[in-house]
């Protein structure tokens, strides 16, 4: 799928009767004849026959639901709550060949703010698969307090709040700016600063972390000062980053723009090897409290080891 979409394939699947399948196939063939030798009137007597046949097709147990290529990322509590929500929509019978049925399910699925998008796929005689793109949550948007509020999508979609999901924090400071409404699940959180660390920690997950061995674990994405709306200094970037260090306190260093930004942006090939250096001389960040990724061969300057190290 595009856009960072992940993809699980789900079918639900019920015993039907071939042998009444294929009578019914014979009877639609009939039909179709019929409706071209004698007009619209047959068609007419056609269409209900159809519509009455559709409605007694085989049906299919939407319970009995099966996850094929369930991806990677989907475990622990966020498959409990994925499927949970899912689950809604997966009771009951519906006939195989019921439009109706077909399109209330597909859109009972939509107002989940999990799913992205859905396509169903008959599989006869008596299966209906329906495909998922689902939206992964990289981040988990906080109060200052740490009150939280919701995930997000690498897109800023809100999405519900799961504990234990593990992924990078944003916390909305009062120095980046008002406190802004999470937003309806399903709906692009209307702040700024949620989908610029969004954008960040996607790039950290998928293409910085890859180049440094022994990579410390991203705990949060500060973008509070985005647009530098509260601070204009080179100790303070748009977007700065909490490490994990050896003990579990936080690091912090200095990153960069945000992705996408007007402003030339260190390339992330460079801060990588800034923090393969950091970490070669400081094994697991210890004994560091603050740095910066921005600076290849002035790091060292930026380093500050914690007090009485």
Known sequence: MSNGIDTNATRAVANGSRGAWIARIVVYTSFVVVA???????????????????RHSPAVDRDRVALVDRPEWLVGPLLTAVTRDLQVWLRGEAP????????????GLATVPWIAETRLERVFPDKFKVVFGLRRPVVAVREEGGKPLCLCDRNG????????????DVVLRREGGNL????R??????????IAAAKVAVEWRDELAPLVPGCPRLIEVDANNLGLRWAKAPEYP????????????????????PVGS???RVPVATKAKVL????????????????DLRFEVRWRSWIQPRQGA
């Open 36 to 54: 071209t030798m004698f007009g619209p009137r047959a068609w007419s007597i056609l269409v209900e026959r159809v519509s009455g046949a559709a």
């Open 96 to 107: 195989i060949l019921d439009d109706v049925a077909a399109r209330e399910l597909m859109a």
């Open 157 to 168: 979609v809100s999405l519900p709040w799961v504990e234990g999901c593990e992924v990078p």
């Open 180 to 183: 802004s409404m999470r937003g």
């Open 185 to 194: 699940p399903g709906d692009v959180v209307p702040d700024d600063r949620v």
């Open 238 to 257: 748009e977007i700065r980053l909490r490490l994990q260090r050896e003990d579990g306190a936080p690091v912090v260093f200095g990153y960069d723009h």
């Open 262 to 264: 007007k402003w030339p």
């Open 276 to 291: 393969s250096a950091v970490l070669q001389e400081f094994p697991a960040l210890r004994g560091l409290v603050a740095g």
